[in-house]
């Protein structure tokens, strides 16, 4: 069941916004998505029907602050190069997985993620992630393991932190 999270709504907004103006050029920003590098991990099936057809299209899901970001077709390859922390989330909007590089050490706060994904934890010097619920609680902590791919219902997460 596709849940709505109002909550989120200005998030995604200040993501969206953040986006547009990283891309604008207005200020220092962060490369675009990495080269693929690494080991090649491939990305699960896409997810069961999770809402009625007559239901309104879903956004695209979006982290805050602004992060690097690619799409992989459901059962595609795709690399997660040294340094990120990769998530893959189910974005409806373009019937794929939206997969975002989560290369700068911040708290990054999520906005439509819904649902079954991955991520690969390919970041280097032991550095530890994290990620949280609606209260700021911690939901799971973890190293890196060079990049293998874990299954991950993102519903209960509304945040992550990759350092």
């Known amino acids: 069941m596709l849940r709505f999270r109002p909550q989120r709504s200005a998030l995604a907004a200040a993501g969206a916004l953040t986006a547009l103006t990283a891309f604008a050029g207005t200020g220092p920003v962060q490369a675009a998505a990495p080269a693929p590098a690494g080991q090649l ?17 879903a956004g695209s899901p979006t982290v805050s602050p602004a992060a690097p970001f ?13 340094g990120n922390l990769c998530a893959l989330v189910w974005d409806p909007s373009a019937g794929d997985y939206k ?3 989560l290369y700068s050490c ?6 439509g993620w819904n649902g079954q994904g991955f991520y690969a934890d390919n970041q280097t010097g032991g550095t530890r992630s994290y990620f949280y619920d609606a209260n700021g609680g911690v939901l799971k902590s973890f190293t890196p393991d ?18």
């Open 99 to 101: 997969i975002f590089y």
């Open 106 to 111: 911040a708290r990054y706060s999520l906005g």
């Open 146 to 163: 060079g990049g293998a791919n874990h299954t991950q219902d993102w519903t209960p997460v509304w945040s992550i932190r990759n350092c």
């Open 70 to 82: 690619g799409h992989v077709p459901a059962n595609s390859d795709y690399q997660c190069a040294p």
């Open 41 to 57: 991990l491939v990305a699960p099936p896409a997810p069961a029907l999770q809402a009625p057809p007559a239901a309104p299209a």
